[in-house]
Structure formats: C-alpha cells, structure tokens
Nanobody, 124 residues
Framework: QVQLVESGGGLVQAGGSLRLSCAAS????????MGWFRQAPGKEREFVAD????????TYAKSVKGRFTISRDNAKNTVYLQMNSLKPEDTAVYYC?????????????????WGQGTQVTVSS
C-alpha cells in the first residue's frame, strides 16, 4: 500500500501563490505517475497535473498551464504543486494521487492511490 499525505492548502487572495506538497510512504515505486486532481463543490473531480516518476515528464490541464508547476523530489518521495496567479475558480479540494503505471487517460479511476485532500480557497 501507498500512503499519500498532502499539505500546504489554505486561503489566499486572487493573484497570490500557494505550494502544495504530497509525501508518499509505504510501498514506493521507481516508475509510475504522481499527480493532482481537484474537486469544487457540486463538480466532478478534475485532472490538474501529473508527473512521471521516471524521467519527470509533466502534463497539465489547460486551465492551469502556465500558472501551475508540478515537480518531484525522488529522495523524499514527495511531489509539489506550485500554484501562481491563483484565481477564484481554482478554489477546490486538491487531492494527491499516485499509480504504479504510466497513466495515459487521466481519469480518477485510472489512479490507484489517493490522499485525503487539502482545501485551497482563493478569494476575489
């Protein structure tokens, strides 16, 4: 099993920045995918960004590309999401996710492991 623990959420004004962290423990893997989804009230969980553990290839949702940056620290088994130029529509619970495979179709059902989520609120 893999345990994922997120941190770094909070309240920020529009235009501000936050950095989320996700620490993985338990069974870790040298390959696979880690990433972030988010879910706003009344909406479906949506893909935000992910990174391949081996090689570091990143993928972003169109809504966050150019504003968010995902990165990893292999030694710490930790993934980060740097969020800049935040907008009120970025308000959501952000979930860290991981899968031992290289995920191609970025839907929640294709990721095996999930964190408990961290709230991000952007005020206008």
């Amino acid at each position: 099993q893999v345990q994922l623990v997120e941190s770094g959420g909070g309240l920020v004004q529009a235009g501000g920045s936050l950095r989320l962290s996700c620490a993985a423990s338990g069974r870790t893997f040298s390959r696979g995918t880690m990433g972030w989804f988010r879910q706003a009230p009344g909406k479906e969980r949506e893909f935000v960004a992910d990174i391949r553990w081996n090689g570091g290839t990143t993928t972003y949702a169109k809504s966050v590309k150019g504003r968010f940056t995902i990165s990893r620290d292999n030694a710490k088994n930790t993934v980060y999401l740097q969020m800049n130029s935040l907008k009120p529509e970025d308000t959501a619970v952000y979930y860290c996710t991981a899968d031992p495979s290289v995920v191609v179709v970025r839907e929640p059902s294709n990721y095996d492991y999930w964190g408990q989520g961290t709230q991000v609120t952007v005020s206008s």
